[in-house]
């Protein structure tokens, strides 16, 4: 922030307040008139997002009331949550534009959404974004697991913040992953995306796949379409995967956890499209399969040993 005008409270405190659980109508007239009395006003608030959208930790759960004047602007930011919910159509743009929105999934469940400004998202099992979404600013924070993103065409680009790594695009179509373990992945579908990844600069065309592990290595390839896009129906496709990384793999979506038992059975290989969210069904088939022995032991299905 050094160097910028320093942040008016008020653009903190209106992100507070019309979060509170005690918001009133009287809080969203005034709200508007804020917003009309000075043009800087709505600059300001849009920066105070940002700045609430980067904060970690943060949802609906801890929705505080109305904080007292005295909460410093950081403690005030930290505080807030939810989506912005206030009355008026010009008011009702300002949330959908401003609001730094935290969409999240849990295992096993999959969510479709369409911004305000056009562009659509598909969210796969337990992934965790934050959006700001508006004809001059579009933006999305991936903090992890999966997304389809179809980009609309615009003036204002799209960017994707995933950790270490930044995509930008204007539009098309793009599958963006980010694993616990911070590895990355963008594949663009259809159009072009350019990249900050790995400390370097990179452009991304339609087909192509480019991918980042932990130590920041990267390597760029064409993968198989189809292949790629099976997590939209709820499959997932190997290819010579190591047995381990498939119940990885398939225990994101399942909380019957499918548990390799021995380290050799770990390393046995798998290749084929799988249907994801049933690990006894999946256990069954895979021990078949790689003729080993399965077992199911109350929310744990064993392979191997």
């Known amino acids: 922030m050094s160097g910028e005008r320093p942040l008016p409270r008020t653009a903190a405190e209106w992100i507070a307040r019309l979060n509170a659980d005690g918001r009133t109508a009287e809080d969203e007239q005034a709200f508007r008139a804020w917003l009309a009395s000075d043009a800087v006003h709505a600059a300001d608030f849009e920066r105070a997002t940002d ?21 410093s602007r950081r403690r005030m930011l930290a505080a807030c949550a939810g989506t912005l919910v206030v009355g008026g159509s010009g008011v009702a743009v300002m949330q959908t534009a401003m609001a730094g929105t935290r969409y999240r999934t849990g295992i096993g469940e999959q969510r479709r959404l369409t911004l305000a400004e056009g562009s659509a998202l598909f969210l796969d099992t337990d992934t965790d974004v934050r959006v700001l979404a508006s004809a001059s600013r579009r933006r999305l924070w991936l903090e992890r697991g999966r997304v389809a993103l179809t980009v609309r065409p615009a003036a204002a680009p799209f960017t994707i913040d995933a950790g270490r790594s930044r995509f930008v695009a204007r539009s098309g179509r793009f599958d963006v992953r980010r694993d616990m373990d911070d590895r990355l992945a963008m594949t663009a579908l259809a159009g072009q995306a350019e990249v900050a990844i790995g400390g370097g600069q990179r452009s991304l065309s339609s087909g192509q796949r480019i991918r980042a592990n932990a130590a920041d290595v990267v390597e760029v390839d064409r993968p198989d379409v189809e292949a790629t896009q099976a997590w939209l129906s709820g499959r997932a496709a190997f290819h010579d995967d190591r047995l381990d990384a498939v119940a990885a793999e398939a225990n994101r979506y399942s909380l019957i956890r499918l548990v390799i038992a021995d380290p050799h059975t770990a390393t046995l290989r798998v290749s084929g499209m799988y249907r994801m969210g049933d690990n006894v069904a999946l256990g069954q088939a895979l021990a078949q399969l790689l003729s080993v022995p399965v077992r199911q032991v109350d929310d744990r299905v064993l392979l191997g040993g």
């Open 51 to 71: 700045i609430w959208a980067l904060v970690p930790g943060i949802d609906a759960a801890s929705r505080p009331a109305a904080p007292p004047r005295s909460l």
